[in-house]
């Protein structure tokens, strides 16, 4: 049997895209070890080189690999999964796209624990340049709201292609409920099920073994507490500076906290809170990771007390472990997931709330061995909910 695994952009810089693609293979080569794994992925020699299996290019999300060619990686398979983040929502036209193309193939075809948010993303679903400068013109001019119009007709339209298009798959696990819910906003999929994120299925590797420089492991073990921080790139902070006075605010209160950043995107998010480093009072009270792969990043959460983050997969890797987490909110994903352990968000990266962050943040580092027993139990049903899901997919992969 031969199984083709893609979805989100894997292989671009996105610790948890990799954290999730590290559990899929490890969870597909559980379910049938005797499968020859394809990965489809924009980083086809570190992909091979980790995992020691075969990989085609990533099709779609570059005018080098454009999806028209997905075609040619498909002869010869006979599962096609679809799985990653908030794929259904971030990219619903490329996922119809590409398992268009491997139904039209007679290849089976899985959409795998797909997240959907509430909207979809708005970079395809707003207009730009001169659509927008004639839409803006009309409103003016006579009231009409095309710009509105224009993007309800668009999402109603993919609505329909999502629904014909999954409809036709062999199997559909969604993220979550309320991802199972959003779907269920395009057609009824009355067999479709909700599983969970598979990156609470991943490993981390011995502390002994992360890529410490002496003076890190060193600032690192010398801390008493420690404070986890990611903010992204892609969606900054609109009041940066006063996060930065925030992250001053608790080392001075906590005199032994060490805050550690650690980028989600070891490109884009590394430049973000290296200049947040240099916004602060302390920079000596601040570490500034960049470990690549999500063993080591998880690894890393899971000797902090707290993380706070705009970056759902650092929560994920770090309550892997049951350590607490505050969330500051772009789209509804990170809210949700939180809130199925009894935590929250310190607003959004539009309008952060610093006193409620403060408060999550001072409660997490009071109530350790409490969130602990709490957490444990949600965690248990998040893995009991995927491993219902993980038995489907066994049927659905023995069917042939």
């Known amino acids: 049997m031969k199984?083709?695994?893609?979805?989100v952009p894997f292989g671009c810089d996105n610790i948890g895209d990799e954290a999730i693609l590290a559990s899929v293979i490890g969870l597909v080569r559980e379910i049938r070890p005797d499968a020859e794994l394809i990965v489809s992925t924009g980083d086809q020699s570190g992909t091979e080189r980790k995992f020691g299996l075969?990989?085609?290019?990533?099709?779609g999300f570059s005018p080098a690999v454009p999806a028209e060619r997905f075609a040619e990686a498909l002869d010869g398979v006979d599962f096609y999964i679809w799985s990653g983040a908030t794929g259904l929502s971030d990219y619903p036209e490329m996922a119809c796209t590409l398992l268009e193309a491997a139904q039209a193939k007679g290849v089976r075809t899985i959409v795998w624990s797909v997240g959907m948010n509430d909207a979809f993303n708005p970079y395809y679903f707003t207009l730009g340049?001169?659509?927008?400068?004639?839409?803006?013109?009309?409103?003016?001019?006579?009231?009409?709201?095309?710009?509105?119009r224009w993007t309800e007709r668009r999402v109603a339209s993919v609505r329909r292609r999502l629904a014909n298009t999954l409809g036709r798959c062999a199997l559909v696990v969604a993220r979550d409920p309320k991802s199972l819910?959003?779907?269920?906003?395009c057609a009824p999929f009355p067999d479709a099920v909700a599983g969970a994120d598979t990156a609470i299925l991943q490993k981390q590797c011995a502390p002994e073994e992360l890529p410490w420089s002496e003076s890190e492991h060193g600032l690192f073990r010398s801390a008493s507490a420690r404070m986890a921080v990611?903010?992204?790139e892609q969606n900054r902070i609109r009041e940066f500076g006063k996060f930065a006075g925030w992250i001053d605010s608790m080392v001075e209160?906590?005199?032994g906290l060490l805050a550690v950043t650690i980028p989600m995107n070891p490109k884009k998010d590394f430049r973000v809170m290296d200049e947040l480093k240099q916004y602060t009072k302390h920079p000596d009270r601040i570490l500034s990771l960049r470990f690549l792969e999500p063993e080591e990043v998880q690894a890393v959460a899971a000797e902090c007390s707290v993380i706070v983050s705009s970056r759902l997969h650092l929560l994920i890797l770090g309550l892997n472990n049951l350590v607490p987490g505050v969330g500051i909110a772009r789209g509804s994903k990170i809210e949700y997931f939180l809130s199925r352990f009894g935590l929250t968000t310190a607003g959004t990266?539009?309008?952060?709330?610093?006193?409620r962050l403060t408060e999550s943040v001072e409660w997490a580092l009071s109530h350790q061995d409490e969130f602990k027993q709490r957490a444990a139990s949600v965690r248990?049903?998040?893995?009991?909910?995927?491993?219902?899901?993980?038995?489907l997919l066994k049927q659905t992969l023995s069917s042939t």
Not at 54 to 59: A, D, F, G, H, R
Not at 129 to 148: V, Y
Not at 349 to 355: G, H, K, N, Q
Not at 380 to 391: N, Q, Y
Request: charged content about 30%.
């Open 349 to 355: 990266t539009e309008d952060l709330d610093l006193p």
């Open 253 to 255: 209160a906590h005199p």
């Open 380 to 391: 248990a049903g998040l893995l009991a909910d995927l491993d219902k899901a993980k038995t």
């Open 230 to 232: 990611c903010v992204s």
């Open 181 to 185: 819910n959003v779907l269920r906003m």
């Open 54 to 59: 075969k990989t085609v290019p990533l099709y």
């Open 3 to 7: 199984i083709l695994l893609g979805g």
């Open 129 to 148: 340049g001169a659509k927008k400068k004639l839409a803006d013109a009309i409103r003016k001019c006579c009231g009409f709201d095309m710009e509105r």
